[in-house]
Structures are given as C-alpha cells and as structure tokens.
C-alpha cells in the first residue's frame, strides 16, 4: 500500500511540477509560443504536444492509482455485497 501511494506521489510530482521538473507548465508555455505563429517550425508545436500528452498521462494514471487505492474494498469483488 505505501508503495503504490509513493509512486502516485512521485506521478504527481513529476506532472506539476518540482523545484527539478516542470513538464505541464513548460509544455503549454512551449504550445503557446509555438502554435500562434505560421513562421515558427511545427516541431516545436509537436514538442509541447509531446510534453503535455506525457503530463496528462502521468497525472490520470496517478488519479486513477488514488481512486484505486482508496475504493479497494468497496470493488468488485465474488457478489457478497449486493
């Protein structure tokens, strides 16, 4: 169990952000700079993308890891409870 709650602490951290690692933040700033311009090359736009797809990713893993952390005995289980 303390396991698990470690490893959807350092998820979260890792999506928003630490005094090292700002991968959310940085990739909308990156999205934002990239994508209103004709003149800039797309790949920038393709790097925040990246970046925030990644971030988006690791913060519903993280939720999802929560919630099943937190309702492990009230889920589906053999049909005792109904």
């Not at 990239?34 to 797309?42: D, I, K, L, M, Q």
């Not at 990713?57 to 889920?75: D, K, L, P």
């Amino acid at each position: 169990m303390m396991l698990g709650a470690m490893y959807v602490l350092d998820m979260l951290w890792l999506a928003f952000g630490t005094d090292k690692n700002r991968v959310l933040p940085i990739s909308l700033f990156i999205i934002a700079f990239t994508g209103a311009y004709a003149n800039v090359h797309w790949m920038g736009m393709m790097v925040g993308g990246a970046l925030f797809g990644f971030s988006m990713v690791s913060v519903y893993i993280s939720a999802n890891s929560v919630c099943v952390f937190i309702f492990a005995s009230s889920g589906a289980d053999n049909g005792s409870t109904l």
